[in-house]
């Protein structure tokens, strides 16, 4: 028999799904008035849009539709560099317009807001970085590409979260010790997976910390065959208990690739629109992010990718605003172990 508690947890599980997305705030005709000034734009200012799978629905659309991209921070970082067009509209968050800025620098970088932010590039101040990395002076330096330009100029290594095991396994080969910034959850999966003796930065990321393994269990319940799919960036306990770990790219080819018909994703919802697409009549459900007591039971949004719209890429393209520019200095120093992670990837 249910105790109450279970009950109590089915309750939240089932208000869980209740729970709508916000809706759109624009009507289809001024949605569409949008998009038709954004693709001429795009044409006639040379520029493609470089989009995360965390942006809303229509920013992903009209990146495919206009043969931008939608992909993961490494496939951003990739495409940005190969594609001809002058200007990047980067849809993302601050760090990955940086990253296409020191690997491009001959192109001009807009971003809907350079407000768009990141936890955990906000908790890794470079200053106090290098401060913590001079002290150790014999651990190689591997940082996370949700960092500041200098932050990864101080690096030996970039890494991303779909190539981060490759890397580490690569330095554990060599014997080599690691520190580990900024995201301390990353770094214990890694640490755990490749035994690498790693120093961990104490950073972490607001939206991933969120996902409870508690919540998660009770959702197991209403759906018993539901496979679990986890971001690295989640807490410990979450990753125990999931069925498949990756980055974002990673964590779309297992929603095709596993046999479940139902699938529990712990990372951003806007994740919903390529999976769905990926594997379509598939069920997908939010990983639950509330503790008992809370009143929001999944807040799995990014709030600064949130701050991506139709209105502000629109803007950027017609008023140049919003541009990314960094230090030529800086540039310089954090090239080498970016593209030091780029041309590992294609090894
Ligand atoms: P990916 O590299 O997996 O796209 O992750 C970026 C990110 O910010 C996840 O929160
Ligand atoms: Fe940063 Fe987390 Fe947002 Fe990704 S989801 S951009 S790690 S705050």
Known sequence: MLSKQDIDDRILVQEHFAHEHLPQQMGSAEIEAYKDKIRRLLIEKDAC????????????????????????????????????ASTLIVAGVRFMGETAKILNPEKRILMPTLEATCSL???????????????????????????????????????????????????????????WAPDKHLGEYIRKETGVDMLLWDGSCIVHEEFKAKGILDLKQVYPDAAVLVHPESPDAVVEIADAVGSTSQLIKSAQELPNETLIVATDRGIFYKMQQAAPGKRFLEAPTGGSGAACRSCAHCPWMAMNGLDNILSALENGTDEILVDEDL?????????????????
């Open 49 to 84: 849009l470089v989009a995360h799978y965390y942006t809303d629905d229509l920013i992903q659309q009209l990146a495919d539709e206009t043969g931008g991209c939608v992909a993961d921070s490494l496939e951003m970082a990739r495409f940005g560099s190969r594609h001809s």
């Open 121 to 179: 590039d906000i908790g890794c101040p470079a200053d106090e970085f290098a401060a913590f990395c001079d002290q150790h002076p014999d651990h190689e330096v591997v940082v996370y590409a949700n960092t500041s330009a200098a932050v990864k100029a101080r690096a030996d290594w970039v890494v991303t979260s779909s190539i981060a095991l490759q890397v580490a396994e690569h330095l554990a080969d060599q014997g080599k010790k690691i520190i």
């Open 331 to 347: 540039m310089v120093r954090a090239r080498r172990p970016l593209q030091r992670m780029l041309d590992f990837s294609a090894s």
